[in-house]
């Protein structure tokens, strides 16, 4: 087992920057400017709880794609595998994956984003999901181990919620759904604290305020 130290990216800076082979040509971080992007690593191909992710994700695609999202799958096999598992899937589940996959052998994107966690493997990336707004920004990052596949519903969720946040310049709520109320940002000084029962929110305390969207 590696004791090397794993570099994370960090949130609300510019995502690292990659230009990689996928089953759709050459992608770089800058095909994707002006949209948001869920960039997600797996394991491998042809394995199974993967498979279960990839169907998931394609399922929604048209979800995600309503919110201006795009979807880009990747892990350490060759191109040809990719696709390879692409069409297995596609034969044996009648799933059709529109979304592209970055053949990263050379792990240059998985080490980038850490993918690579050597407690878990030196040669494989773990289920890492990193979701990245239309200028660049990452804003969303999130880990499963292998042994254990994703919610592609939560990140759907996930994605919503920080939408909502950027336009309505709110927070949101544990589990929160479109449509629930949402929080107020609490008061900044002393003196905004003691007329916040008077401004229409739903107070609970001076700290704790919700609305309606």
């Not at 990689?20 to 797996?42: I, M």
């Not at 040669?123 to 254990?148: E, H, K, Q």
């Amino acid at each position: 087992m590696s004791d090397q130290a794993v570099s994370l990216p960090r949130l609300n800076e510019p995502a690292p920057d990659f230009q990689a082979l996928t089953t759709d040509g050459t992608k770089s971080l800058a095909d994707y400017r002006g949209k948001w992007l869920v960039l997600f690593s797996h394991p491998a191909d042809f394995t199974p709880v993967c498979t279960t992710e990839f169907m998931a994700f394609a399922k929604r695609q048209d979800a995600f794609a309503a919110l201006n999202v795009e979807l880009l799958g990747l892990s350490i096999d060759s191109h040809y595998a990719h696709i390879a598992w692409m069409r297995a899937i596609k034969e044996s589940f009648d799933v059709e994956i529109g979304f592209p996959i970055i053949a990263d052998l050379d792990m240059k994107v998985a080490k980038a984003y850490g993918m690579i966690q050597p407690g878990a493997s030196d040669t494989s990336a773990v289920r890492a999901t990193f979701v990245i707004d239309p200028n660049g920004v990452l804003r969303a990052m999130l880990y499963y181990p292998m042994s254990n596949g994703r919610s592609v519903e939560e990140i759907l969720r996930l994605v919503k919620a920080l939408q909502t946040s950027d336009v309505e310049k709110i927070a949101t709520p544990e589990a929160w759904q479109p449509g629930d109320d949402v929080i107020v940002p609490p008061p900044a000084t002393a003196a905004a604290a003691a007329t916040r029962g008077s401004e229409g929110y739903n107070t609970v305390d001076w700290y704790f305020s919700t609305r309606k969207l």
